[in-house]
């Protein structure tokens, strides 16, 4: 049987590297009042990143490669001897003129330029796992990205949520979303979305694309999704990599998602039937549960610098994983 060609991408950063803070320091005086944008939340690491590579070993060893993207570091116990690891430098793929840079859509709006980049991959952050078996059709289905496009409303009350118009406006452009959704009705309209289409049904004689739900968790794509944006957009993609934090001005990967979507290009799939976020400044206990009972088969943690106790949030999440994932992967020296 032939391996499925998918390739994943994690990016990450050591924030305790004294030449990345000093550097990270350097530049980011300039934005004093850009506190969303240095938070140390978006940059630190909880020590978890070995449970990212066991899950990958033990739950997906179907991958052809894992891309590592990092600004040139790398965690000392990493065995980067592993044929399935591709060490990636933001140097390796972005141009000179936009590093250092210390915004993640900059950096993942180049991605499609990693070298020994597969079509199909699925792209991670650093603080989405895998906890339970997972087959290469999780994410792609006769060769399309598996996701759920249905709409939401935008309450413009978060720079993410700003940046996500941005994203919005541009696909206003270049798609008529009647024309879109009467051609791929049955991709709009799956009966696997339930209750969460029923802003399409409502939003159907409507002209105007408006904001896609978006599970954040690993996102599947197509390589040539982004080779088609940037032919496009290309202007405005290289005028906005120049904000070296995040800005209102960015464009944000859910550009080249939604991009995918209005193409056609995707398999319906309901994305939260196995996905779930766990903002742990309010749901760290019920992260720990469901990654000791296995609940989903991808779950996000994400980070904020107001979670109380957070050492000990943190020691138990590491408990919680070292219980289901307690081998060391070959990923490990």
Not at 27 to 39: G, L, W
Not at 50 to 67: D, L, N, S, T
Not at 248 to 261: A, G, K, M, N, S
Request: proline share 6%; hydrophobic share 35%; charged share 30%.
């Amino acid at each position: 049987m032939k391996e499925p060609e998918i390739d994943f991408v994690i990016t990450w950063v050591d924030m305790n590297d004294p030449e990345w803070k000093e550097e990270f320091a350097r530049y980011s005086k300039r934005q004093v009042n850009e506190k969303n944008s240095v938070s140390e939340a978006r940059f630190r690491d909880y020590g978890f990143l070995r449970y990212w590579f066991r899950g990958v070993e033990k739950f997906a060893p179907w991958v052809r490669k894992i891309h590592f993207v990092t600004s040139g570091q790398k965690p000392e116990w990493l065995d980067e001897s592993n044929p399935k690891i591709n060490l990636v430098s933001h140097k390796d793929f972005i141009p000179e003129e936009f590093l250092p840079t210390y915004n993640s859509v900059v950096i993942e709006r180049y991605m499609y330029r990693i070298p020994g980049l597969a079509e199909k991959f699925v792209y991670f952050n650093d603080d989405f796992y895998i906890i339970n078996q997972i087959t290469p059709e999780r994410f792609f289905r006769g060769g399309l990205p598996c996701d759920i496009a249905v709409f939401q409303y935008n309450p413009s009350w978060s720079q993410w949520y700003v940046r996500i118009k941005n994203n919005i406006r541009l696909i206003n452009k270049h798609f008529d979303k009647r024309k879109v959704m009467a051609e791929f009705a049955d991709k709009w309209f799956a009966p696997c979305y339930g209750s969460k289409a029923r802003m399409n049904r409502l939003l159907r004689p409507y002209g105007k694309f408006i904001t896609l739900r978006t599970p954040h968790n690993a996102q599947p794509y197509l390589r040539s999704t982004f080779e088609e944006v940037w032919a496009a957009e290309g202007e405005e993609l290289t005028r906005t990599s120049a904000n070296r934090f995040r800005a209102v001005t960015d464009y944000t990967p859910e550009l080249f998602r939604t991009w995918q979507i209005c193409r056609g290009w995707f398999e319906p799939y309901n994305t939260y039937s196995d996905t779930k976020m766990f903002p742990l400044m309010i749901k760290s206990d019920k992260a720990i549960d469901a990654i000791e009972h296995q609940r989903y088969k991808l779950i996000c943690l994400n980070d904020n610098v107001h979670i109380r106790n957070y050492e000990q949030v943190m020691s138990r999440i590491a408990a919680a994983f070292a219980r289901i994932l307690p081998e060391k992967s070959s990923f490990e020296k």
